[in-house]
């Protein structure tokens, strides 16, 4: 009675003689698992498009109207694979996130899945079908669809995969598992065949796009082993899973970047309680998330403040920031959106020391400047330039051998 949840990605669907291929692979997984779940995500760039052809519209745009529009190219893609299952003579029936029993806070284009009734897909169990649900959606308490943030599938398909208590749940794509780095940028990026919720929740965040960071907070929660593999080829990927303390830890296990980075410095700001506190609540109001900040040391009782943030976000923070620097009597500000963060990332750092050193020499050697630095127990973050993104990459994938 074995039961899979599976995932396809955007390219792993982006055309009819693609979405061919995932059935027949999904054909083949029937005859392994008695019961099947197929989470799709839209074709291609069907998700940029939409938002491009949205945004030609304006730019204050209603986020409720914008989800209902994005949604709607998983629903494509989710009845294109259930009709050429159908074709392939396998029963199958697609859902949209909804019938799928997905619902979710009201936080549109960013929401939160809050509980998973999945009575319906079990009743499709029952009648034979293999069910094919579209990802990246659900519905709020007043019936309105939401999304749930950008690669959202990877979550609608782990959360099911805790709902449903599935067997196995795998996250097929373009690649063939995690790679000590983007494998787009590291030719000689090697894969992970396990590594911990923990290590893959901060290469996630930390910009390695191959999961979604709340899918494996997800899988972390509810202890669900996920396996990333290859939709184009039948190796074996990668299984993200507890850490069991059995495998020898790495002190480094892989190099996470991200470009979706601006940088916004304010000047001499006055150096007394409550200014940081009157900035960063001003833009939590406008829900703008702060990453990094630094603060310079004190010099005639002003200090420079920098902070990073998203940079699809620097538009809607300017005019905050602008009105901040005058009510608090800073000098000026100024800003830039070329600048990207660089990440080492390793459980095994808790207990080795000198990493930090390491990451900073290899740095030097490349003649990169370091402009932020960010460390937690388990990673270590840089801010640099962006040009010099892949420099950097290929220098710590060096410094840290993990080619071998
Ligand atoms: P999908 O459409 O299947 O969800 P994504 O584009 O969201 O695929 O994620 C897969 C991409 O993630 C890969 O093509 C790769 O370029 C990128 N990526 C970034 N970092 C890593 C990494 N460490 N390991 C594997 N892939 C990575
Ligand atoms: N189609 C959505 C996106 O492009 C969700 C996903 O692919 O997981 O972000
Ligand atoms: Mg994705």
Not at 9 to 29: E, M, P
Not at 141 to 152: A, M, V
Not at 300 to 321: K, S
Request: charged share 25%; glycine share 8%.
């Amino acid at each position: 009675m074995a039961l899979l949840v599976c995932k396809f990605g955007g390219s792993s669907v982006a055309t009819l003689d693609r979405i061919k291929n995932i059935a027949a692979r999904v054909q083949k997984l029937k005859h392994e698992y008695q019961d099947v779940v197929v989470v799709v995500s839209a074709m291609g760039d069907t998700t940029d498009d939409l938002l491009v052809m949205a945004q030609e519209i304006g730019n204050d745009l209603s986020c409720r109207e914008l989800d209902m529009l994005l949604s709607t190219g998983e629903q494509q893609s989710a009845a294109l694979l259930a009709l050429t299952l159908n074709s392939i003579g396998i029963k199958a029936i697609s859902l949209t996130g909804w019938q799928a029993g997905i619902k979710s806070d009201s936080a549109h284009s960013k929401a939160k899945i809050s509980a998973i009734d999945n009575q319906r897909i079990r009743d499709e169990f029952k009648q034979g079908n293999v069910v094919v649900v579209a990802g990246f959606q659900g519905i709020n308490c007043g019936g309105d669809i939401t999304t749930l943030g950008r690669g959202g599938s990877d979550t609608t398909a782990v959360a099911l995969a805790a709902s449903l208590k599935a067997d196995r749940c795998m996250i097929f794509t373009d690649v063939s598992g995690v790679y000590s780095a983007d494998p787009r940028l590291v030719h000689e990026a090697r894969k992970i065949e396990r590594i911990s919720y923990e290590e893959m929740l901060e290469m996630a965040s930390l910009g390695a796009a191959v999961m979604q960071p709340r899918s494996v907070e997800f899988a972390m929660v509810y202890g669900v082993d996920v396996e990333v593999r290859s939709s184009f080829s039948e190796e074996p990927g990668t299984i993200i899973t507890e850490d069991d303390g059995m495998e020898q830890q790495k002190v480094v296990q892989g190099i996470a970047h991200d470009r979706n980075c601006a940088k916004i410095a304010i000047f001499d700001v006055p150096d007394r309680p409550g200014i940081a506190k009157a900035l960063f609540t001003s833009l939590a109001e406008h829900k703008i998330n702060v990453d990094m900040v630094i603060q310079a040391a004190m010099r005639d009782e002003v200090n420079d403040i920098a902070f990073t943030i998203e940079r699809n976000e620097l538009n809607m923070a300017l005019p905050v920031v602008e009105d901040l620097v005058k009510e608090i009597g800073a000098s000026g500000m100024s800003y830039g959106d070329n600048v990207a963060k660089i990440s080492v990332v390793g459980a095994g750092m808790k207990s080795n020391p000198g990493v930090a050193a390491a990451v900073f020499t290899a740095l030097a050697d490349a003649s990169i400047n370091i402009q932020m630095i960010s460390t937690s127990e388990i990673k270590i973050s840089c801010i640099i330039e962006e040009s010099q993104v892949t420099e950097a990459v290929q220098a710590l994938h060096n410094k840290f051998d993990l080619d071998k």
